[in-house]
């Protein structure tokens, strides 16, 4: 499967973005989805994630209650709806996806990666 993210961009604090990944292939209902981000210096960091049906969605402590994931499988695309933007929320943002992570929580989990949208939350 092929990932394209896109969305990004430049936002004040409190504003909001929607990044979007498009997933290439039939498939893409048999994959959990994933967002990670990481800030120069950095670790890649989990941000949320959802598993094949939607049912189910995980978040990173630090984006719960402002950030929501979600899936269209008519469309192949994941979102991740970002509100109350901060300026430590500024990164680079990566979608991945994997057929039966074990831990959605950890990047090394996650077999395909898109390339990546620039997040930037100015103060």
């Known amino acids: 499967v092929q990932l394209q993210a896109s969305g990004g961009g430049l936002v004040q604090a409190g504003g909001s973005l929607r990044l979007s990944c498009a997933a290439s292939g039939r498939t893409f209902s048999s994959y959990a989805m994933g967002w990670f981000r990481q800030a120069p210096g950095k670790e890649r960091e989990f941000v949320s994630a959802i598993n094949w049906s939607g049912g189910r969605t995980y978040y990173a402590d630090s984006v719960k209650g402002r950030f929501t994931i979600s899936r269209n499988l008519a469309e192949n695309t994941v979102y991740l709806q970002m509100n109350s933007l901060r300026p430590e929320d500024t990164a680079v943002y990566y979608c991945?996806?994997?057929?039966?992570?074990?831990?959605?929580?950890?990047?090394?989990?996650?077999?395909?990666w898109g390339q990546g949208t620039q997040v930037t939350v100015s103060s």
């Open positions: 991945a996806a994997e057929v039966r992570p074990s831990n959605y929580f950890l990047p090394t989990e996650y077999k395909y």
